[in-house]
């Protein structure tokens, strides 16, 4: 029987906390055009679109044939003005979405990177603790193992982010 939540629970816990807080941090505005983007994105738009641009072209093809006055002749300048616009507006709403989007990314990138160093320290503390019972214990055979000395070295967490950000420069400089 468990005294308490495991660190797997706790972990999910954390994660779900985190989701509850980026979701209330969410205005209005932004709920709806996330509720939009999704409804937009969705293959039924793909056929709605095509279906009113085939009818809008259909309808003016027709009552030019019944020699009719059309309300967009060809090159169906009002159609272009309308699709533009609309493209115009989806772009601005998925961009809108994939900004907020990036912003949780980045936090959750940044919670990894502070977890990753963690788990270093620890590792790095637990090879120590081994390695120092390695050379207590008189059954086992004492060496100096360079490689045991390397890894049980703790690393500068911000030698660490300016050499990340130093190959990143790099890499985008070339």
């Known amino acids: 029987m468990s005294d308490g939540p495991t660190y797997a629970e706790e972990a999910i816990e954390a994660i779900a906390d985190l989701d509850r807080q980026a979701q209330s941090a ?12 999704d409804r937009l994105g969705r293959p039924r738009t793909v056929y709605a679109v095509m279906g009113f641009v085939v009818v809008w072209i259909g309808t003016n093809l027709t009552l030019h044939a019944l020699h009719r006055p059309e309300f967009d002749p060809p090159p169906f300048a009002l159609l272009q003005g309308i699709t533009s616009l609309a493209g115009l507006l989806m772009a601005t709403l998925i961009l809108t979405t994939a900004n907020r989007i990036a912003q949780i990314d980045t936090q959750r ?7 990753n160093l963690l788990n270093e320290r620890r590792t790095g503390k637990l090879i120590r ?5 390695r050379r ?24 660490v ?4 950000e130093e190959k990143t420069a790099a890499d985008i400089a070339t």
């Open 136 to 159: 207590d214990n008189p059954v086992l055979p004492t060496h100096d193992d360079p490689e045991v000395r390397k890894l049980s070295e703790p690393n500068d967490t911000l030698d």
């Open 26 to 37: 969410i205005s209005p505005h932004q709920r709806w055009i996330e509720r939009v983007t």
């Open 129 to 133: 603790m081994l390695d120092e019972q």
């Open 109 to 115: 990138d940044k919670l990894d990177l502070q977890i």
């Open 161 to 164: 982010v300016r050499a990340i």
